[in-house]
């Protein structure tokens, strides 16, 4: 390439180093195409339709004292559970316990008779047992996480195992006795 | 050590195990000497490789939100350009692209015809680029199928059906292309799995064709050998000129997407596709317009589907059809007004294949089949062998220095 | 070589799907939405609304909106809730396994005027109205025939044999449509006062109709004219550059 017209070009002339119109070129190259970039990652996030489905209702009526069910909402279980007086009772007790994510059942429940609860255990998503008479509850009458071990008392708060918080409050509403709007 | 230094050094170090850097510069860089006369017309290989990363990684985002299934298909474009965020964007670039990309091809072919690039000793380059087209004819049939419209499944009909022209086993293959009896769920799967694989297909044998562009180094427009006094590095000239062309191709490319997004799309593609009702006048994208008048032009089955697929594969022997010593069309004045008037015949062609198959279309798409053919397989030979082309000038320098700057050899 | 380019233009032009000979061309008109500025005009896209809802949807669906779209063409989200609670949408299984009806929700697509095909069919003597979310992309020059076609109802030339449930449309194609005309002067009384013309209501409906196909299209429009003027930019940028670099080349 000794010989190439480019090599007396750029010996007779020297290269400019700072060199404006390259640079602006490439800048606004860069940024348009860096531009280009975020429309496409953007259409990774929610659409507007799932974004729009954010809301399930439910009825708590037929639920008897001591079960529960299962709900979903944004594609997630939600568990929903008539507590006895007894659960309620050891729940409130242990608002006072050594707490690993410290909050009282009063916050966790706007009815204390129902819980209602993101059914997603909050150490590596999975769904802990405890909705069917048949499961385990764990050490604390709650739920309890097959996956990794993690014990959740009848607040749905995490009392033993790898989980760092409490099992998730979705945010809901009593439409009527009855009637609960989650989201 | 200064940040600088450092960085450099650990880039060495890199390079010393694997010279990444090295090949780019060589394969696409500042090693890679190239003509210096390479006027715009050869702006359109880079652009072509532009529009091929455009795609598919347009394509990559739309497959994200796409569903394959003859039920859900037309729903989730419809979801994509509503809902998905900038959906919209994604899907008119993707669509838009496909005609643009074969726009910058055809341009890239054409000028590959005009110069002679497939002449000695660049025939496997152009056996390279004649597959990438066709690799490129069948991805953009697929994936015009997979918006499930009217003229996806109807064109899907049509084109797997020419299969049946095939004497005793064409049945047998329209079946399996379908994996049933008619265009159905299996279809639409496969042509997504398809759709999607092809375009790495294609890179691969971009990779080829750039690899077979090395071992001679682009041919240019006066057709004669570059000496390498005449040869500039690709890194940063044609760096330059290149960026220049892609400014203006973008312009022109967004201005459609963002103004005219359907306007080289099939209206009916906005209906879902219903097997019980063909639409009065099925049309194929505008990149196949040429062929499928070649089909239309001959009434037998079998010879028309033969016709077709040879207008392509004739490409194939084309360097040998055209054995001219000379490359450019610039010094064979008889075959550059052939070359105007077989490019004037393919738009002709193009047009025939959007009319109704009837009446002046239909004659004129027989008279431009038949010249077509002619073309390859009369002309080109014949004027390689009695065309006297002008004086070659001695090196691609002599044209444009005056006889007192020429440099002394 | 300006010919390659002038003859690239022509087979572009020359390409573009062109319908029956016989057929006429609708009329030509000018909407908000055209050119390299368009934009919709709200309050007309409300109207069109109001004749969609009183006038089309009877049999026509839109199936691809859904109440919360609405919130686009400028209604405020609790108003949008308000329209979606009009309509009553079908919801279920409930725990006894049976399908029931509740008001609408701003998540939920536009009800459909009939169940499925055939029963749309059997209603309408035979003819299947078409969805009409897409109509406007679904036809040639699209704004522009929707209009014609709903102004195109006249009395059949001499000799024409219409059949019978059939109307005579100047716009259709083979010129025999199933729908009778719909569109009149004071078919609707428009909310925001504006006088019901027969031209108005048709006008209103396929700017309606056209954002329904094409909801992007303001998005789309401001978008464009920043990326071009971009590219424009790079463009220029890279022009005066090239030059530059390649004018070292021209001195020896």
Same mark, same amino acid.
């Given at each position: ?183 | ?12 170090? @890199? ?78 670039? @993707? ?127 006066? =057709? ?99 054995? @001219? ?32 198959? *009837? ?8 008279? =431009? ?41 | ?21 016989? *057929? ?35 049999? @026509? ?24 609670? *009009? ?52 036809? *040639? ?112």
């Amino acid at each position: 390439m000794a010989n190439t017209a480019h090599a007396h070009a750029a010996a007779a002339q020297g290269e400019t180093r700072r060199d404006f119109l390259l640079h602006s070129t490439i800048a606004v190259g860069a940024v348009g195409g860096a531009m280009m970039v975020w429309p496409l990652i953007h259409s990774m996030n929610p659409a507007a339709d799932t974004l729009s489905l954010s809301t399930t209702e439910f009825s708590v009526a037929g639920i008897a004292e001591g079960s529960g069910i299962t709900v979903v909402w944004r594609g997630k279980p939600v568990f929903v559970r008539h507590r006895t007086a007894a659960e309620i009772e050891t729940a409130k007790k242990d608002d006072t316990a050594d707490l690993r994510d410290p909050q009282t059942d009063a916050v966790r429940a706007q009815k204390p008779d129902f819980l209602i609860l993101v059914g997603i255990c909050t150490h590596l998503g999975c769904i802990p047992l405890g909705m069917k008479a048949t499961e385990p509850r764990g050490d604390f009458g709650g739920w309890f996480c097959p996956c990794h071990g993690s014990h959740y008392d009848t607040s749905g708060r995490i009392r033993r195992g790898p989980a760092p918080a409490n099992l998730e409050v979705p945010p809901y509403t009593f439409l009527s006795d009855t009637t609960v709007r989650i989201g | 050590m200064t940040e600088k230094s450092r960085l450099l050094k650990a880039w060495e170090w @890199h390079e010393q195990r694997l010279p990444i850097g090295h090949w780019l510069d060589h394969s696409l860089g500042s090693k890679y000497p190239a003509p210096k006369n390479l006027n715009y017309w050869w702006n359109f290989g880079s652009l072509a490789l532009f529009m091929l990363v455009l795609m598919i990684i347009t394509g990559v985002f739309l497959a994200m939100n796409y569903t394959a299934h003859t039920s859900m298909a037309f729903d989730s474009v419809e979801r994509i350009m509503r809902d998905v965020n900038n959906g919209w964007l994604i899907r008119y670039m @993707h669509a838009n692209g496909a005609s643009f990309f074969f726009i910058v091809v055809y341009i890239h072919i054409f000028r590959g015809l005009y110069y002679g690039s497939y002449k000695p000793p660049r025939e496997v380059l152009w056996w390279m680029g004649v597959i990438i087209y066709l690799l490129m004819m069948a991805t953009a049939f697929m994936g015009y199928v997979l918006p499930w419209g009217q003229m996806s499944f109807w064109g899907a009909t049509v084109i797997t059906n020419l299969f049946s022209a095939i004497p005793g086993v064409g049945d047998a293959i329209v079946t399996l292309l379908w994996g049933g009896f008619s265009v159905d769920n299996p279809t639409l799967n496969r042509f997504f799995a398809l759709h999607y694989l092809l375009p790495f297909v294609i890179v691969g044998v971009v990779v080829l064709h750039v690899w077979a562009l090395h071992i001679p180094g682009s041919n240019n427009p006066l =057709g004669i050998e570059a000496a390498p006094a005449d040869k500039i590095p690709f890194f940063p000239y044609y760096y330059a000129k290149d960026a220049v062309g892609l400014g203006v191709f973008l312009v022109v490319m967004f201005a459609v997407v963002f103004w005219l997004p359907n306007a080289m799309g099939h209206p009916l593609n906005y209906e879902k596709a219903n097997p019980l009702v063909t639409p009065p006048h099925i049309v194929p994208e505008w990149y196949y317009l040429p062929f499928y008048a070649i089909l239309r032009a001959i009434p037998d089955k079998l010879l028309g589907v033969i016709a077709m697929f040879g207008s392509i594969l004739i490409l194939f022997v084309l360097p040998w059809l055209d054995r @001219h010593p000379v490359r450019s069309a610039t010094f064979r004045p008889i075959f550059k007004i052939f070359f105007w008037v077989f490019l004037a015949n393919g738009i002709m062609l193009g047009w025939c294949g959007s009319q109704l198959a *009837e009446g002046l279309p239909l004659i004129l798409s027989r008279v =431009g089949t038949f010249w077509y053919f002619f073309h390859f397989i009369v002309l080109l030979p014949l004027l390689s062998w009695v065309e006297t082309p002008k004086p070659l000038p001695a090196s691609i320098s002599q044209p444009v220095l005056s006889p007192a700057m020429k440099p002394a050899e | 070589m300006r010919k390659i380019v002038l003859a690239a233009a022509a087979a572009f032009v020359l390409s573009s799907p062109v319908m029956a000979a016989e *057929e006429i061309k609708p009329m030509k008109r000018t909407w908000t939405f055209d050119g390299v500025f368009g934009k919709f005009d709200k309050q007309q896209l409300q109207r069109g609304f109001q004749v969609y809802k009183e006038v089309c949807a009877s049999c @026509h669906s839109v199936q691809y909106l859904a109440f919360r779209n609405l919130q686009d063409i400028g209604y405020s989200e609790d108003q949008v809730k308000v329209i979606a609670a *009009e309509y009553q949408v079908q919801d279920g299984p409930d725990e006894n396994g049976d399908m029931f009806d509740r008001p609408g929700r701003a998540s939920d697509r536009i009800p459909k005027p009939f169940a499925n095909e055939q029963l749309a069919r059997a209603s309408n003597g035979g003819a299947l109205p078409p969805d009409l979310s897409l109509m406007t992309k679904a036809r *040639e020059d699209g704004p522009n025939y929707v209009f014609s076609l709903m102004m195109g109802y006249t009395e059949p030339p001499k000799g024409f044999e219409i059949l019978p449930g059939m109307s005579y449309n100047t716009y259709f194609p083979g010129h025999q449509i199933g729908m009778p005309q719909q569109i009149t002067d004071d078919r609707v009384t428009y909310a925001d006062g504006t006088k019901a013309s027969a031209e108005q209501i048709a006008s209103d409906v396929t700017a309606f109709l056209h954002w329904a196909a094409e909801p992007k299209l303001e998005v789309r429009h401001a978008t464009g004219i920043r990326v071009v003027l971009f590219a424009l930019l790079f463009t220029v940028l890279a022009f005066f550059y090239k030059r530059r670099l390649w004018a070292r080349l021209e001195k020896h």
